[in-house]
C-alpha cells in the first residue's frame, strides 16, 4: 500500500470537507415509478460532527432496537452498520414536563433571543408567541393563507440570524395557487406586543412547478454560519412530481440553497446548468422533513421514505440521492418501487430503516444538561412515536435508542432550547410542547 506523506493525507481529508461544486448530471428518463405512492407518513433526520463516540470507548454491541422484521428482507445493506445498530440506553434518568398544550398539529419550534419560542400549527397556519412557562400569544397576525391541506399547511420557523437587529423571522407553508399549490418560504418583520403581527412580508422562494397534491411539502429550513439558508422540498408523492425527484429543472425532491433575500448563492451546484434550477443543492430525495447542521456545519437530512425505506443522509453538493430510481423500501401497497438500493452515481443513505420510523425534525445534541447525548442526533417520530437517538462515530451510525415509547405520541418536532433541554411538539389535535430535561 501507498503511503502518503502527512500534508497530502491532510489535504485529502480537507478537500473531502469542502463544498466544491461538482454538479451531477441527472438524465431526465431515469426514475419512472410503477405505480402511486398512496399514502405515505412523513420524513427528517440529523447525524453529529466529527466528535461522536470517542474513539477510545469501544463500540456499543447486541441486539437492535425491538422493531418487526423488515418489510423488504430481499435488500441487504450497502455496508456494515447501515441498519439496524446496536440498541443503546440512556443513563441520566429522564424527566418530560408539559409546557403548553391545545395545540392543533403543531409543527415547528424556534427559540427568539429572549428564550420565548415560535410555534407554528400546520392545519391553521398559525404562529404563536410561548413563554418558557407555557403562556400562549394570540395567533401572530399578518401571515398569508396556506393550503392546510394534508402534509401542507404552515411548517417550519426560524429566527433570522440579524433578528436582534432586524426582527426578521422565516418560515415556510403551503401556498394555495391558481392551479395548484406549492412550498413557499417567506419573511417578515415580528413585531412584539399584546397583538403580535408580522409587517413587510416578503415571499423569498417559490417551489416550482405548482402542482396539485396535499402530500410531500417537504419545508424544513436550516441557516448556515456563512449565511445560507438551506430548504427541504418534498416531491408530492403524485406520481407527476415524483418522476421529477432527479430532474434538476425541477424543484421536487430536492435541497435547496438560497441567500436570506432569495437570491442565488453563486457557488450553488447548478448555477452554471442553464437547464437546472439554481437554487439546487442535492436531488433525488423523497420527502425530508429532518434537517440539521453538525459541528463541521454541514448539512444532515431524514428523509420519509417508501414502506421500509426512510433514510438518513448528508446531502453534499451537485449530488445525487437517488429517488425514485434507488433505495429501499417498498409501495404502501406492497409493490416494488426499485429493483435494487443501489446504483451508479446515486449516493447510498448513511442509515436506513425498515421499518419505518416516520422522521420530523431533527436536532445534533451540544447541550450540557445531557453530557452522554453529546454530538448524538435526536429525530421525531410519527408512525414510531418515539424520540429517536442516535450515537455517531466517523459519519456512520453506532448506536440507536427509542425514547419516549411511554407517552404514546407522534413525535413531530425536536429542537435543543437555549438551556440544553429538549423541547418537542406532539402530532396531534391536542398537540404538546414538551420539554426534557434530567430528572
Ligand atoms: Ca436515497
Redesign the pocket.
Known sequence: MRTLPLPLIVAALLSGCSQTPNPTPTPEDSGVPQQDSGLPPDDAGVPPDDAGVPPEEPLPTGPPVPQGPPNVPEFDPAFPGQTRVPAIQTQTPIQVTEIASGFRNPWAIAFLPDQRMLVTEKPTGSLYIVTPQGAKSPAVAGLPAVDGRGQGGLLDVEVGPDYAQSQLIYWTYAEPRQGGNGLAVARAKLVDGEQPRVEDVQVIFRMMPTLESTLHSGGRLVFTPDGKLFVTLGERSILAGRVQARDVKSHFGKVVRINPDGSVPQDNPYVNDPEAKPEIWSV???NILSAALDSQHRLWTV?M?PRG?D?L?RPEAGKD???PT??YGEEYSGAPIHESPRGPG????VYYWDPVISPSGMTIYTGDLFPEWRNNVFIGGLSSQALVRLMMRDDRVVGEEHLLKDQGARIREVVQGPDGALYLLTDATNGKLLKVTPR
Not at 446515486?346 to 443513505?349: D, F, G, K, N, S
Open positions: 433525488g430525495h423523497r428523509e421514505g425505506g433514510e443522509n440521492y437517488g429517488w434507488i433505495g446515486m449516493e447510498q443513505p
